[in-house]
T-cell receptor, first 112, second 116 residues
Framework: TQLLEQSPQFLSIQEGENLTVYCNSS?????LQWYRQEPGEGPVLLVT?????EVKKLKRLTFQFGDARKDSSLHITAAQPGDTGLYLC????????????FGGGTRLMVKP | GAGVSQSPSNKVTEKGKDVELRCDPI?????LYWYRQRLGQGLEFLIY????????KSGLPSDRFSAERTGESVSTLTIQRTQQEDSAVYLC??????????????FGPGTRLTVT
């Protein structure tokens, strides 16, 4: 069992649809990040959320940190084929310094 | 500016052989991390170097795995007597590091290791 559980593991949708990816834990995180990874490349940071209840928007992507800082969600509006990739959440536990704990990832495919 | 680089990009080795993977972090980044990523999965922490402190080796899966870092530059991850379950992408990341603050980790492209 992973400390951070992501769901769904796989998602295949049509261009223009909306989707939400979830990242859940029983542990409290001081901050949580979302990354996007494309084949053959390392993960690239999309956003960092640090305050319980925080909502951040990045164009068509909306990120939310749960009030208790145990969970997060990523919502994509009007998905495009360019959004295809592996989405990873990663949390920083209190007193863990710079260490990150990663979820298992959500593989998204957006079909034209 | 140059990002994190890793070499080789791909490595195929026979079961039982030793392999050495290299990571060149971003200049000035005092923290360096190694992760393992199995096909289509998330990242599994292996080891963390921060400045001159003793490395955090808590993620190394067995004593066949070891890593070294020369000062605040290059790091090598060594896997001895490779097994098929070692097949994965090995990712390196680096970041600034300052007590009490968190800095973004920048990832290299990874080394894809295949053990036959």
């Amino acid at each position: 069992t992973q400390l951070l559980e992501q769901s769904p593991q796989f998602l295949s949708i049509q261009e223009g649809e909306n989707l939400t990816v979830y990242c859940n834990s029983s542990s409290v995180f001081s901050s949580l990040q979302w990354y996007r990874q494309e084949p053959g490349e390392g993960p690239v940071l999309l956003v960092t959320v640090v305050t319980g209840g925080e909502v951040k928007k990045l164009k068509r992507l909306t990120f939310q940190f749960g009030d208790a800082r145990k969970d997060s969600s990523l919502h994509i509006t009007a998905a495009q084929p360019g959004d295809t990739g592996l989405y990873l959440c990663a949390g920083r536990l209190n007193n863990a310094g710079n260490m990150l704990t990663f979820g298992g990832g959500t593989r998204l495919m957006v079909k034209p | 500016g140059a990002g994190v680089s890793q070499s080789p990009s791909n490595k195929v080795t026979e079961k039982g052989k030793d392999v050495e993977l290299r990571c060149d972090p971003i200049s000035g980044h005092t923290a360096l991390y190694w992760y393992r990523q199995r096909l289509g999965q998330g990242l599994e922490f292996l080891i963390y170097f921060q400045g001159n402190s003793a490395p955090d080796k808590s993620g190394l899966p067995s004593d066949r795995f070891s890593a070294e870092r020369t000062g605040e530059s290059v790091s090598t991850l060594t896997i001895q007597r490779t097994q098929q379950e070692d097949s994965a992408v090995y990712l390196c990341a680096s970041s600034l590091s300052w007590s009490g603050r968190y800095y973004e980790q920048y990832f290299g492209p990874g080394t894809r290791l295949t053990v036959t």
